[in-house]
């Protein structure tokens, strides 16, 4: 079977935890799965010799083959076992395609970064509410697994301070609270950041008190994509975790429901909601919204184009800048095309420090709610845009052409630049290549 290698607290472990509990409860994960805890021993003795990556999820396929990284994980799940999709059909369904694609984005590059901000916020010393003791146990539960608990407690705390400098993260950020500084987040943006993750929050509890999922009764893409800050980050952890059930319930609802792990209230997709006939009898009927299906017709719900509108009012700008400045990047002399580049979000990546940091070449100012910053050029998310513009492309190759799109995208100030995303990226190609990244030559 396919084994998931996993951490419960980590953000895209739990995207993918749920999307192969989905395919596996509806029979279309072959083989099915394991979660299998990815303890220090295992990452030293096992990840890193097979996938060149520490980093989780990963999963080993039943042939042996090696998947790291969470979009690419579903690519090769999709694609080897097509049943139950997750992702719409870009050539009979351009609009919800396009949308699924948008909103993973939004959720894996730019909501991670107030998520992230809320569990090392209140990790800090002195914070009151403080969740620090719950952190220091998940994270000791991999550190040291298997260990009693006030050993995998202690296991945690000490790598805090280790790793993170978390006693001086204000004075001297090393690790997650530099990799805060890196993502642009400091005294002056700190608030806009929790105010568009208000923002977006407030925007799904709208929209699901109408819908079970984001394109209607059955979960994609989108729904798996927003699931990895909203579970580990922001239900699982004790503050913000506390504020979401309070503030945001239908929210935690969905948490449940798109977790995959058989909460009955949640109506999770393929469950069923029973009456009584006239003669006592058990009925069964569909339990999710909208039939159990996504929208007819390659509908958009109209509760989700306020999200959507997030994406081409915050993200949107920070892509296209980030493309303009890669592309200068890899045409000057401190790059040769087909060379390394950063890797994945977080902090910078090392070795490349002196440019994704301070002035760096692969840096840029951006804008978030009104407050100006700077932060760090992140090659990965163009190669997450050249999944959209693949896509989009498709999608423009079907049947109905490209009015669907058209329609869809003319909703949105910015929305039709989107046509244009193949001349931006033409000249900052991006190759993956297992864990890393590589300019194309």
Partial sequence: MYRLFSWEHSYFSGKIRAYMRYKDRHGALGPGFEDVLASADLIQGLLLPRSGSGAVPQIETPDGTWVQDSSEIIDYCESAHPETPVVPDPATRPRQCLAGYLIELLADEWIVVPAFWERWYFSENGRSPSHRGFNEQQWGAVLAAGAPGDVRRSAGAAFFEAAFGISESRTSPRGVYAGLVHLGVDANTEPAWQASQHRILGLLETHFGQHDYVLGGRPSLADFGLLAPLYAHL???????????????????????????????????????????????????????????????????????????????????????????????????????????????????????????????????????????????????????????????????????????????????????????????????????????????
């Fill in 235 to 441: 239900y699982r952890d004790a503050v913000p975790g506390f504020a979401l059930r309070t503030h945001f319930p239908l929210v935690c609802e969905w948490v449940e429901r798109t977790n995959g792990e058989g909460a009955l209230n949640a109506r999770m997709y393929g469950q069923k909601l029973y009456s009584l006939d006239s003669d006592g009898q058990l009925v069964a009927r569909v339990a999710t919204s909208d039939g159990g299906e996504w929208l007819s017709d390659d509908a958009i719900p109209e509760t989700l184009l306020p999200l959507l509108d997030v994406f081409f009012e915050e993200m949107w700008p920070v892509l296209e800048s980030s493309a303009r400045v890669l592309t200068d990047f890899i045409a000057s002399d401190a790059h040769t095309p087909g060379d390394e580049l950063p890797g994945k979000t977080f902090t910078a990546t090392p070795g490349f420090e002196a440019l994704q940091t301070g002035e760096g070449a692969l840096t840029h100012e951006f804008e978030i709610g009104g407050v100006r910053g700077r932060r760090m050029v992140i090659p990965y998310q163009i190669w997450m845009l050249q999944r959209v513009a693949a896509v989009l492309a498709r999608g423009m190759d079907g049947p109905a052409g490209r009015a669907p799109l058209e329609e869809l995208l003319g909703r949105f100030a910015r929305g039709k630049e989107l046509f244009e995303l193949e001349a931006l990226l033409a000249g900052c190609g991006v190759r993956k290549q297992r864990a890393l990244l590589y300019s194309k030559s």
